[in-house]
């Protein structure tokens, strides 16, 4: 070695071509070690902390009871905790957009229903893009609203309902926020009857239960899994239900079509997006294991009790159910002259 102008140089090139190719297939593995390594780190390594679960509306609302469930099993299944956040406000635009502005890194995702979507179509404006901020993991579980009633309001039927508000009594229906699914289900109720009802909003189903059985207003249409428990203790009296058939949990209580008003059909979905951005190789993780706890017996179990009917619907497809139901849903909107 000799030094020239302050730097060291090596003295003797390397003449044996041998020597020259062992070297250079030595670094050529090296770098394809390492780019393999690099590549599988994310998934590898996946997750290495906490993972927060935002859910757009308050506590005790079918999506806080859905996220809470798959969290718990997520914690299990992959060995770090998965911990819930709830930020509700305007008809959860305020934790989607929470969400929407988060890191693309795995770390932060979000459980809502097709309020996410149809938000909208509903608002001016909202501060995310439903398409353009979010990549859909699944659809995990869907559910059909109820309509309840406080014990103290005389209805033992939807008939019997309908009379009563047509007096002018009983007018006051709870809604779960603006753009939600039990929203929109009082307004096709309404419609289809030519109802005269006051909507009143809450920052998720929770607390639109806990108004209805304190009877401040005594009568909504909730999502079964945020009523069940209550219908079963008293509480509450449900009417009808707005599934196709009728419901395990509740064999007793007719369709909303076999409690004579057709055309009511409607079921709720419980989603899981993540970020715009987020690494493909997460985002097919995160698929696969949640599809694997809606899946495991304890939590279908558990779902199927308060009325979840659980599902696996794939990125591609629930994409897909996205593009259809907003033009459906702008349309409904626009008709029916829904403001928020």
């Known amino acids: 070695m000799r030094r ?42 996946y997750p290495s902390r906490p993972v927060r679960i935002i859910v757009p509306f308050a506590a005790g609302g079918p999506g806080d009871i859905f996220a809470r469930l798959i969290g718990q099993k997520l914690s299990e299944q992959l060995g770090q905790q998965f911990f819930i956040e709830n930020r509700p406000g305007a008809s959860g635009n305020i934790g989607t957009a929470v ?85 929109l289900s009082t307004e096709l109720f309404k419609l289809s009857l030519k ?36 219908i079963k203790d008293g509480l509450l009296r449900a009417l009808a239900v707005t599934s196709a058939k009728r419901i395990a949990i509740l064999p007793d209580v007719p369709t909303m079509e076999e409690a004579g008003v057709p055309g009511q059909v409607q079921e709720a979905p419980q989603c899981v997006w993540v970020p715009m951005g987020t690494p493909g190789d997460i985002i097919d ?7 694997r706890a809606v899946a495991s017996p304890d939590v279908k179990k558990k779902m199927e009790a308060i009325g979840y009917e659980p599902a696996a619907v794939p990125p591609d497809e629930f994409k897909a159910r996205i593009k259809a139901d907003m033009p459906k849903w702008a349309k409904v909107i626009r008709d029916a002259g829904i403001r928020p």
């Open 4 to 45: 020239e102008a302050g730097r060291a140089t090596l003295s003797c090139p390397i003449e044996d071509p041998n020597v020259r190719n062992w070297i250079a297939i030595s670094i050529g593995f090296a770098l394809l070690l390492g780019g393999t390594a690099q590549g599988q780190t994310t998934k590898d390594s």
């Open 99 to 183: 969400a929407a502005r988060a890191p693309a890194d795995g770390y932060t995702l979000m459980v809502g229903s097709s309020a996410v979507w149809i938000n909208a179509s509903l608002y001016p404006q909202i501060p995310y893009d439903p398409v353009k901020d979010f990549e859909p993991i699944i659809i995990g579980a869907t559910s059909p609203e109820v309509l309840v009633v406080h014990p103290s309001v005389p209805a033992r039927s939807v008939q019997e309902l309908v009379t009563l508000v047509r007096a002018g009594k009983y007018t006051n229906f709870a809604i779960a926020g603006v753009g939600t699914p039990p929203h």
């Open 195 to 230: 109802l005269d009802i006051v909507m009143v909003p809450f920052g998720g189903g929770g607390p639109m239960v806990q108004s209805v059985v304190a009877g401040h207003t005594p009568v909504a249409f909730s999502t079964l899994p945020a009523a069940s428990g209550q």
């Open 285 to 291: 993780l995160l698929f696969r294991e949640i599809a």
